[in-house]
């Protein structure tokens, strides 16, 4: 099997997953893609689920291929030196996203397309799961190296965040960028990261040192239940 060709037709299957969705990807649609004589794509992927599990097989080997890259230069989440500091982590998570509406966007679109068809089919979502696990431990990763106090579901928030994002920045018009604050991704950052790692004035952590409201005891629904127990 020639190695090159089959990786020219599955990076035109992601292209015409991107653009046309599921129902779109077809063979013949590859074949015109990719420029290869009809009946080429059915050769290497007879079945409309060999072609998804190609697409899906070659969406994860860019995930780890682009990853180990920023990793490398340290502007990713992955294995590495991470960013320094939460200016350093800020510039990081924006450049992120505005990835997803720039370069990385076809790659994105296939890949949210992919998830919708792994819903009925467990196998697909066991080839594209490492991706999700990935992320989860890379982001948390760079949370750390960035010398926020992490816990694992600080993390999940922030990460979970993050990918939330994604649809919005692929499919959403400018109002609902604008209401979800996805409209400026540098303020978008910003405010998800003082909302899950909120800073004192001397940049301290109000949740960690016990001066935030629900640590001092000033959260309303704690003070609701005391009333309702005075009462009582």
Request: net charge neutral.
């Amino acid at each position: 099997m020639n190695t090159d060709r089959r990786d020219r037709l599955r990076d035109a299957a992601i292209e015409v997953l991107a653009d046309a969705g599921g129902r779109g990807l077809t063979h013949r649609a590859v074949d015109a893609a990719a420029k290869v004589p009809p009946g080429t794509t059915k050769n290497y992927f007879p079945t409309r689920d060999a072609l998804l599990r190609a697409v899906a097989e070659r969406c994860l080997e860019q995930y780890r291929e682009i990853t180990a890259r920023l990793a490398a230069a340290g502007t990713g989440p992955g294995p590495g030196p991470g960013p320094t500091g939460r200016e350093g982590l800020v510039a990081m998570l924006r450049a992120l996203l505005e990835n997803v509406a720039g370069p990385g966007r076809p790659r994105l679109l296939a890949y949210v397309e992919l998830q919708a068809e792994a819903a009925r089919k467990p196998w697909l979502s066991a080839i594209l799961d490492p991706i999700a696990a990935s992320d989860f431990a890379g982001f948390e990763r760079a949370q750390r190296a960035a010398g926020l106090p992490v816990t694992p579901q600080r993390a999940a928030v922030a990460t979970l965040a993050l990918h939330a994002a994604i649809p919005h920045l692929l499919a959403g018009g400018s109002d609902t960028l604008t209401a979800a604050g996805l409209d400026d991704p540098d303020r978008f950052v910003r405010g998800l990261l003082d909302a899950v790692y909120p800073e004192n004035a001397d940049g301290s952590d109000p949740i960690a040192d016990g001066s935030g409201p629900i640590a001092n005891g000033s959260d309303p629904t704690t003070r609701r239940s005391h009333d309702r127990a005075d009462t009582s």
